[in-house]
């Protein structure tokens, strides 16, 4: 199965502990095709400016993305600048450059519209609706978010989430969406607004899925050497929607696996600047990091 | 198997946004006394001033705890006032009355010192120290500490970790003990100190079982009333100690099922101010939570 996935193509700096880059190949959408692609067929949706490299053209082709969707457009493509301290778990933003990111509009080619698995990567989410007119009923529509749009366009990220069947957004984010600290009822709050499934990434210690009669919890995997974190949700997202597409089958044991895979996608991702860390990781060492993930967490019955 | 607990008796003021209690019964090694009753008998080194209330020792004595090594002293028992915000993450203290905790020291009586487990509470390391001077060759020392200690007393608390088998603390203090913002870094300097098994605590999220050569990660359990989180992290060594005493094996197969059981005991402790949860609870639910433990968890292998 294919995914269709609208997001961000960007031009990153980021410093952290260990390094500094200047920009060098980024954004959610990116992320999200790059660890996707391990699994299914992806049609992307994004937009890039006349100053986009062709060797990022060429890595995305050449790992299953399709580009007939990637506007090209006279302008800067998309800058952001960040910084991350010792702790590794709060970017803070330096500068965004929202150039040809601006005008995006989402426009989703007639070979795309048949998807049946949809991620909405975080962007505005007036496009998020948008897209979601466009497509053809999905089997399967996820959807990230931000604070920014919690805080500045609360009651249209609530309409979109209304029509999402996954919500993936990470803890700070639940708790700011449903005004409510205790995870588990932010949870049953956000299920009884439409998405059958929410999940909410925890950062270095893992990812919960809440569904409506069961929760699942996936750990964080431990690594000794954390480069750059920036982009660690949307490689979750890729994994597990990946995953999701590749099985196309969406009972509760596949979601668990697709949570693991998420999060072992995520954890390849952080242990290198921008996507290096995916650029020779073949597909077997993914599946050698899913049993140690089954390892990490396994215990006996009583 | 018995297990010697030295550490704390305490009557604690708290107030969470969920209520407010003055002078109820706290202290680490009676949170710890109480969950691992479940499991095994505790003899107990600890003392209170004269007004310490006997309902108090009687609720102790009755739940397999024997008290020849609680001291009774003139004066006032130690006092320990906090509050916490709605995150319930971190307790800022507000008072802190040591009255006849001041001067303790710590004397084992004869027939507790062949015990095979010993857990140090959080006590200064001096006296941890100390105790482990009393006691006979047994087979599983663990302990717990604090950031105080950690400030004031580096050397010392080096010194205690380096004769225990088992360290129990939480992640800000791993970080801050190791000086490595890494949790699997620390872990390693830790486990190069002397310890065999280091255990992170990770409130909300789980624990991390570090060890030689393996790691596990146990979840937090997701609550939807968490009333007052003094005392989790005793009850989790609490539920860990008196599981391995129970079973007297210290196979990794133990310490992981140990784990689920700290952090069974730890989900029922915060579920209630004091040691509430505990009065009233059967063994059969600390099992049906054990089993909740594993569908949290559970996913399927490749």
Not at 120 to 133: F, G, M, T
Not at 269 to 277: A, C, G, K, Q, Y
Request: aromatic content about 12%; proline content about 4%; hydrophobic content about 40%.
């Amino acid at each position: 199965m294919s995914i269709l996935v609208v997001g961000s193509t960007a031009l990153d700096s980021v410093e952290t502990p260990f390094g500094k880059v200047r920009d060098i190949l980024g954004g959610s959408a990116v992320y999200f095709s790059i660890a996707a692609g391990y699994f299914a067929n992806i049609n992307l949706v994004a937009c890039v400016g006349d100053d986009f490299p062709q060797e990022h053209i060429d890595f995305l082709t050449n790992r299953n993305v399709d580009i007939r969707g990637l506007q090209r457009k006279d302008g800067k493509t998309f800058r952001w600048e960040g910084r991350y301290d010792s702790n590794l778990n709060e970017a803070h933003t330096l500068d965004t450059q929202l150039n040809v990111f601006e005008e995006f509009k989402p426009v989703i080619p007639e070979e795309y519209k048949s998807c049946e698995y949809v991620f909405l990567a975080n962007i505005d989410p007036e496009l998020q609706l948008d897209v979601l007119k466009q497509v053809k009923s999905p089997k399967l529509v996820a959807c990230d978010t931000m604070n920014f749009w919690l805080e500045n366009k609360p009651d249209v990220v609530r309409k979109a989430v209304e029509k999402v069947d996954v919500l993936i957004i990470n803890e700070t984010e639940a708790r700011q969406f449903t005004s409510e600290c205790n995870l588990k009822k932010a949870a049953k709050k956000i299920i009884s607004m439409g998405p059958n499934t929410l999940i909410v990434k925890l950062g270095e210690h893992g990812a919960l899925m809440f569904r409506e009669s069961s929760i699942f919890f996936a750990p964080g995997y431990p690594l000794e050497n954390i480069l750059d974190p920036t982009g660690a949700g949307d490689s979750f997202a890729g994994g597990f929607m990946g995953y999701l597409a590749k099985t196309d089958n969406l009972k509760e044991r596949y979601l668990r696996q697709a949570v693991i895979f998420g999060s072992v996608m995520a954890s390849f991702n952080i242990e290198d600047f921008s996507l290096n860390r995916m650029r020779d990781l073949p597909y077997e060492d993914i599946e050698f990091r899913y049993k140690k993930f089954k390892e990490l967490t396994d215990f006996k019955d009583l």
